[in-house]
């Protein structure tokens, strides 16, 4: 059973930057393409980046230009570096596969952009 652990959420000003980590606790990780999800009060959670085990990757129009998704599979890591941070970006932010979310979902780490 593969465990996700998301952290490196935080409080930060409008226009600043975090850098999200998701462990994996199993090396099955490493064969499935991974996303960062997000979820904001009251509104379904959307995934905004995605990254194959080739590296290649994939944006939300919401996010393109200002996240980049990358992984580290000998690791069992991936990592959300977010810059450009705006309010709207608030939410609680989760790692898992992509597509169907196969994982059991981890705690989240909650990033809020103040204005």
């Known amino acids: 059973q593969v465990q996700l652990v998301e952290s490196g959420g935080g409080l930060v000003q409008a226009g600043g930057s975090l850098r999200l980590s998701c462990v994996a606790s199993?090396?099955?990780?490493?064969?499935?393409?991974m996303g960062w999800y997000r979820q904001a009060p009251g509104k379904q959670r959307e995934l905004v980046a995605r990254i194959t085990t080739r590296g290649i990757t994939n944006y939300s129009e919401s996010v393109k230009g200002r996240f980049t998704i990358s992984r580290d599979n000998n690791k069992s890591t991936v990592y959300l570096q977010m810059n450009s941070l705006k309010p709207e970006d608030t939410a609680v932010y989760y790692c898992?596969?992509?597509?169907?979310?196969?994982?059991?979902w981890g705690q989240g780490t909650q990033v809020t952009v103040s204005s």
């Open positions: 199993g090396s099955i990780y490493s064969i499935n393409t």
């Open positions: 898992n596969s992509v597509p169907g979310a196969v994982y059991a």
